[in-house]
């Protein structure tokens, strides 16, 4: 089969006929002076700032884009915390017996885990989800998730995009073509700062772009309503890419890998665990983490 070249997550591109393409262009631009504060700006301060260059804040309770949303969540990160994600998510990846341990409690795991640098995260700041994708139900009607792998050959990047809305998720990462030493599977590379993982987020969320994001959320919306053993969710799980390709959603194989999620399923199995936010506060549905081929990591911005 033959493969499109996959570009360089760090060319920021916008879809041809987007109408909105140069505002995201401005917006990726503007960007750039915030992330560059991110590791010595305190978190309000920073939120302040985005608040400041993001264009369109919700009115008249329009919803807020997704991509605005994915934008506002990424500043708050405390600094190291997508490096050390990356690499605790790839060690899990071959250490299955830890995996009760990271659902147990995934907050208190990641602040005081072996693997990789401590990611302290406050329960009034983020909800944090652990998924453990070796638990699997033995009959196949009944499983809890479905990927849709990339093209033979490629590597996927552990960080990526998602939205958890209720009783389902998506989970959306980059396909690239594997650099020197790596294999098919997650990239074995957890190398970089926190600012060139955060370019790399943004590249992933300029590539999809703003529309495609909303109409991911539409269609997680939809199949909430749907209840968990009805046809379309089914669907969903069978064949990910198929299934949006159904709702003219386009992610191919050479640049994506989807990870279809269906939460009701999942919580007979306790495969999926998410730690309390402090009283008071809710969630956005969208955030961003890092999934292995074994494990995902899931972060929200609590609001």
Known sequence: MNKRPVSSPFHIRTHQGYSRGKEVMRMTERWGNVRRQIARTPWVAVLVLVLVIAPGMVAGGQEEPVVQRIFRTLPLLPEGTLPALVQLALALDVAPELHEALLA?????????????????????????????????????????????????????????????????IFIQEAREPLPGETAGAAGRSDGGQIAHVEDMLALVNRLSPETLDNLRAAMKDLNKQAADSAERASFLHNPREYLLGRELTLPASTYRIIALDFDRAAPLSAVKSDRIRAGLAVIPEGIGVFGMEVGIFLQLAI
């Open 105 to 169: 409690g995934p907050r208190e795991y990641l602040a005081s885990q072996p693997l990789a640098p401590a990611v302290v995260l406050a329960p009034d700041a983020f909800q944090v989800t652990a998924l453990d994708f070796l638990i699997a139900p033995e009959a196949e009607e009944e499983r809890w998730f479905g990927v849709a792998e990339p093209l033979e050959g490629l590597v996927f990047e552990p960080k990526g995009v998602g939205i958890f809305y209720r009783s389902v998720g």
